[in-house]
């Protein structure tokens, strides 16, 4: 079993930028995909950007293409996703997520793909 915990969630004013980061409870070697996805109330949960161990591909959702950024933890393999040029409709909780063992990263962002998640934390922009 696996445990993620995210953090660095908070609130800013539209236009800011903010990093979210997962912490896990063993490390991610190859063959793994990681990414992050979202969920607003009321709202089904939307995948903003995923990431290949090991060095491969990464897909984002259309709405944070050009603005967010993820990448890796060098230590454990973990997603760090960089949200610049923030919008109010950003504003959700953003859930950490890692693939079963030799998943490669699909570039349709479907949480079902995804068996391990963070518990999430709460991205607030404000216009």
Same mark, same amino acid.
């Given at each position: 079993?696996? @445990? ?11 236009? +800011?930028?903010?990093?979210? $980061?997962?912490? &896990?409870?063993?490390?991610? #070697?190859?063959? #793994?995909? /990681? !990414?992050?996805?979202? @969920?607003? %109330? ?11 161990? !090991?060095?491969? $591909?990464? #897909? #984002? +959702?259309? $709405?944070?293409? !050009?603005?967010?950024?993820? $990448?890796?933890?060098? &230590? ?6 960089? /949200? ?8 959700? /909780?953003?859930?950490?997520? &890692?693939? +079963? ?6 570039? =349709?962002?479907? %949480? +079902?793909?995804? %068996?391990?998640?963070? @518990?999430?934390? @709460?991205? =607030?922009?404000?216009?």
């Amino acid at each position: 079993q696996v @445990q993620l915990v995210e953090s660095g969630g908070g609130s800013v004013q539209a236009g +800011g930028s903010l990093r979210v $980061s997962c912490e &896990a409870s063993r490390s991610f #070697y190859n063959k #793994y995909c /990681m !990414g992050w996805f979202r @969920q607003a %109330p009321g709202k089904e949960r939307e995948g903003v950007a995923v990431v290949s161990t !090991g060095g491969g $591909s990464t #897909y #984002y +959702g259309d $709405s944070v293409k !050009g603005r967010f950024t993820i $990448s890796l933890d060098n &230590a454990k393999n973990t997603p760090h996703l960089q /949200m610049n040029d923030l919008k109010p409709e950003d504003t959700a /909780m953003y859930y950490c997520a &890692a693939s +079963g063992f030799f998943r490669p990263c699909p570039a =349709t962002l479907v %949480p +079902g793909y995804f %068996p391990f998640w963070g @518990q999430g934390t @709460q991205v =607030t922009v404000s216009s």
